[in-house]
């Protein structure tokens, strides 16, 4: 399943961010709202763990484990 990516800033604005290129990246728009405000480093160590777990928790039920 294809997906389009939406831009997200490394550090984002309200943390004092630019969007210059150097803090830009591609992610996927559901990472991206979860991010919100949250430096990448923080999203990464805090959040994102937990939306993997719930992907591969999502794909199990619906291979019927």
Same mark, same amino acid.
Not at 19 to 25: D, E, G, Q
Not at 34 to 45: P, Y
């Given at each position: 399943e294809k997906k389009l990516l939406t831009i997200d800033h490394v550090v984002p604005l309200a943390q004092g961010g630019t *969007?210059?290129?150097?803090?830009?990246?591609g992610a996927c728009s559901k990472c991206n709202s #979860?991010? +919100?405000?949250? *430096? #990448?480093?923080?999203?990464?160590?805090n959040v994102?763990? @937990?939306l993997i777990l719930? /992907?591969?928790e999502k794909a199990? /039920?619906?291979? @019927? +484990?």
């Open positions: *969007s210059y290129i150097t803090n830009l990246v #979860a991010k +919100g405000q949250l *430096s #990448a480093e923080v999203f990464i160590r994102l763990p @937990g719930a /992907r591969n199990t /039920r619906q291979r @019927g +484990g």
